[in-house]
């Protein structure tokens, strides 16, 4: 059988979007191959076709852009970067979002897996976390990516969030939130020159 010639891309992507799925959602470690390609409706067989290796298919789960960090990119300098990348932040902790915010952003939901990850898929996070403090940086010209303020601002946004998920307390888990809207706040509120 003839295939189109994006039909590789089409299901590399396809087993892209199922792993992440289910990374998200059990972890890394606690979803299989078989999961994957069963989840995507593929044969286990077809996976190494498109993957190395599990951990292959990882990186490459961390490496896409994904709620976050693509809202923040897709944002449009004919805008006022500042203001839309403070709302996406805040948005971003808003405690009544962390049923969804959590699960589905995989900056917070893969922050462990990745911290246990093999070293290529800690320097994907690390790239992931570098690229997120970029674009926080992007908002106001006179920011570097390594400015305190700005990383202070990452910290904020994707550990509270990381807390959050982890907290059985639905009170404290909004006080936490707040906190951390408040204090990304005031982190961007700051004179970049401070």
């Known amino acids: 059988m003839r295939y ?5 891309a089409k299901t590399r ?4 979007k199922q792993a992440s799925a289910l990374f998200r959602k059990r972890g890394y470690h606690a979803v299989s191959v078989d999961a994957v ?4 409706k593929l044969t286990h067989g077809g996976f190494y076709h498109h993957f190395r290796s599990k951990d ?4 490459e789960v961390l490496s896409n852009d994904y709620g976050l960090l693509k809202k923040l ?3 449009s300098p ?8 403070l709302a996406i932040l805040l948005d971003y902790v808003a405690p009544e979002h962390v049923g969804i915010v959590g699960p589905d952003c995989t900056m917070a939901a893969l922050a462990n897996d990745a911290a ?4 290529q898929a800690r320097k994907t996070y690390t790239d992931r976390i570098k690229n997120l403090a970029s674009e926080i940086a992007r908002s106001e010209p006179s920011l570097h990516e390594t400015d305190p303020q700005v990383l202070r601002a990452a910290v904020l946004t994707i550990g509270g969030m990381v807390l959050a998920r982890a907290s059985s307390d639905p009170a404290f888990t909004e006080q ?3 906190a951390c809207g408040e204090g990304i706040k005031s982190e961007l509120s700051q004179n970049a020159t401070n």
């Open 4 to 8: 189109k010639p994006d039909h590789k």
């Open 13 to 16: 992507a396809k087993i892209i």
């Open 37 to 40: 390609m069963a989840a995507a």
């Open 56 to 59: 292959h298919l990882f990186r």
């Open 73 to 75: 990119k897709d944002r």
């Open 78 to 85: 004919s805008d006022n970067l500042k203001q839309q990348g």
């Open 116 to 119: 246990r990850g093999s070293p």
């Open 176 to 178: 936490l939130l707040d």
